[in-house]
């Protein structure tokens, strides 16, 4: 009975053995290969004979330095217990699988069975995911070198700017303070020479001679015009002049303007056209200021306009801001030019400036530029009139708290001068009563 219980049992270990899914195999101490399944032979892919009794370290060789220290000692008796190893399969055809040894070292005390696992697609899988990891190292280090690189140009160019900046302050600094002296010294002599002329056309009879002061008056105008102008661009490039902000309706201010200039236009025969509506949002300006813009757009363009011609006020909302158009329908601009005619003292031709100090326009954009708003030129061309058209800030897009309560006198005089003319006035008073 024992006897058939045992070739029973070992039938069945030899059924199971050969009709494993796994690939298996039997090895002694100095692992020769004694025994294998089915499973074994087609991975491998070596028919039988050149499989038995064929050392494994000849078939399965290690994968890294750890098993080949394992792998040294050639005989399964060393490993006491179940153990796992990682190694390469070499096929007959040269193929590589990467596969897995399960050994069980305490299946016999002579012998060792092994079970094969071939994990191959996950091991390449990983391979390949190594590989690209390499790669992103590699590409996250030249990005890192790359950046680091950047910044430091970066950061010497912010330098270099930086200093530019500071000398291009300096010497803007420099021009105006230039500018306003040389302003207030050609100003000096000016004051004492109009009120002369005046006085002394009172006293000419002779009008060749009385032709002649009137074309010194008219110089002196204009070089007095011209310093004046000149101080106003330097006091707002300086910071010198208050703006006070409070919401105006471009309505009203459009009104006044027509009839403050009601005559010119009708002495020049010239036509104008509101079509700035009442309903037109407030804007939150310096009221004065931007009256004094429209009074130079409105004189600059009747200089440029025909008898007949048509000035054209009207408003629109572009988003935060409400721009402003003024149009007529006389000289124009060449496209050469309608970029520059903002700069100062710049002349598109002699006639652009005729009896003018040539800063009006720059004058107009100063202020519109403090008033965080833009102003720019549209002409078709030459003889088809020009549009001057500036941006101003809707008062619905300034905060509570960034209005400031407007002041009531809208000063922007230069005492010590208004002081000196009087002084003038006194003086040639005087004169006169002791003539």
């Not at 039988?48 to 994968?63: G, V, Y």
């Not at 070499?90 to 696992?117: N, P």
């Not at 006198?409 to 009563?433: A, G, M, Q, S």
Request: aromatic share 8%; proline share 2%; hydrophobic share 35%.
């Amino acid at each position: 009975m024992e006897k058939k219980t045992f070739e029973f049992s070992k039938s069945m270990y030899e059924r199971l053995f050969k009709h494993n899914i796994m690939p298996l195999f039997i090895s002694d101490k100095s692992g020769r290969i004694i025994a294998f399944n089915t499973k074994f032979t087609e991975i491998v892919g070596y028919e039988k004979n050149k499989i038995l009794n064929r050392n494994f370290s000849e078939i399965f060789h290690p994968e890294t330095e750890e098993e080949k220290q394992k792998f040294s000692l050639i005989e399964f008796g060393f490993f006491k217990e179940s153990d796992a190893h990682d190694v390469v399969l070499v096929t007959k055809k040269g193929t590589k699988r990467y596969v897995r040894l399960w050994i069980d070292a305490m299946f016999d005390d002579e012998l060792s069975l092994a079970a094969v696992e071939d994990y191959t697609e996950k091991r390449l899988m990983e391979l390949k995911l190594a590989e690209q990891n390499q790669e992103l190292k590699k590409m996250k280090d030249q990005l890192q070198d790359f950046n680091k690189k950047l910044e430091a140009k970066v950061n010497e160019r912010t330098s270099q700017l930086l200093k530019a900046n500071e000398e291009i302050k300096l010497l803007l600094e420099r021009k105006n303070q230039f500018i306003n002296e040389l302003a207030h010294d050609l100003r000096t002599p000016l004051t004492p020479i109009t009120y002369l002329v005046q006085s002394m056309k009172e006293e000419i009879k002779s009008k060749s001679i009385l032709k002649d002061m009137e074309v010194i008056e008219n110089n002196a105008n204009y070089l007095k015009n011209l310093v004046e102008d000149i101080l106003k661009l330097a006091r707002i490039d300086n910071n010198k002049i208050e703006f006070n902000f409070e919401d105006s309706s471009m309505y009203d201010i459009t009104q006044n303007i027509i009839k403050n200039n009601k005559i010119t236009f009708k002495k020049l025969k010239l036509n104008f056209v509101n079509k700035v509506s009442k309903n037109t949002p407030t804007v939150h300006i310096d009221r004065l200021k931007i009256t004094e813009v429209l009074e130079n757009l409105v004189m600059n363009s009747t200089k440029f306009m025909k008898k007949g011609g048509t000035m054209t006020f009207s408003a629109k909302e572009t988003g935060n801001f409400l721009q402003f158009t003024v149009k007529d329908n006389g000289q124009g601009i060449g496209k050469d030019h309608i970029d520059k005619i903002f700069e100062e003292f710049y002349k598109a031709d002699s006639s652009r400036h005729h009896k003018g100090s040539g800063l009006g326009l720059s004058i107009c954009r100063r202020i519109i530029e403090k008033h965080e708003g833009k102003i720019w030129a549209e002409s078709p061309g030459i003889g088809k009139g020009t549009s001057i058209i500036f941006t101003l800030k809707l008062s619905k897009s300034v905060s509570e708290k960034d209005k400031k309560p407007a002041k009531q006198d809208h000063k922007d005089v230069d005492k010590e001068y208004i002081e000196k003319l009087e002084r003038i006035k006194n003086k040639l008073t005087k004169i006169k009563k002791k003539k």
